[in-house]
């Protein structure tokens, strides 16, 4: 991964950061949630190591809401484990939806721009000309009345 790469991904995990402390629903990693109804079991892949906290957020897809201050729908956290890891994210109704994760590597609550890590929805790239908040639209997916299931790979520095 470049430099500017790295760069840019520190900058959407600060946006993650920030959003930390806006008024979402925190719910726990309920599986059962996703075996009905609208909702996403996101597949993580890629995540470094077995230690701090996995942060998965969803957001709606649109420009006013996506990686906003305060404007997350619902926030998962669980221990992180080494490799692959599954969460759900129920959503409130079908529509268009965009998901963020973050690796809090050493559970601290704060970015470390060395250690922790990130992805998104649709795996976007992240570079120097998008200061690692990719549009709305790159992330955006849909979400019908069923379960779907949606695959993101983790990046660090």
């Known amino acids: 991964m470049s430099k500017f790469t790295s760069a840019s991904l520190c900058v959407a995990?600060?946006?993650l950061s920030v959003a930390a402390n806006a008024e979402g629903q925190v719910l726990p990693n309920d599986l059962?949630?996703?075996r009905s109804g609208p909702s996403t079991l996101v597949q993580i892949s890629g995540v470094k190591a077995g230690s701090g906290k996995i942060r998965v957020q969803s957001y709606r897809?649109?420009?006013?809401?996506w990686l906003a201050k305060g404007r997350w729908l619902t926030r998962i956290e669980v221990p992180a484990r080494?490799?692959?890891?599954?969460?759900?994210v129920p959503f409130p109704q079908a529509g268009t939806?965009?998901?963020?994760?973050?690796?809090?590597f050493n559970g601290n609550g704060k970015t470390?721009?060395?250690?922790?890590g990130g992805g998104m929805s649709n795996n976007p790239s992240i570079n120097i000309f998008n200061l690692g908040k990719p549009s709305y639209k790159k992330t955006a997916f849909e979400?019908?009345?069923?379960?779907?299931?949606?695959s993101i790979t983790m990046k660090y520095m």
């Open 97 to 104: 939806y965009g998901i963020a994760v973050r690796h809090d």
């Open 61 to 65: 897809a649109n420009a006013s809401e």
């Open 112 to 116: 470390d721009l060395s250690s922790d």
């Open 32 to 34: 059962a949630k996703c």
């Open 143 to 150: 979400v019908g009345n069923a379960p779907r299931t949606i």
């Open 13 to 15: 995990l600060l946006s």
């Open 82 to 88: 080494a490799g692959s890891m599954t969460v759900c």
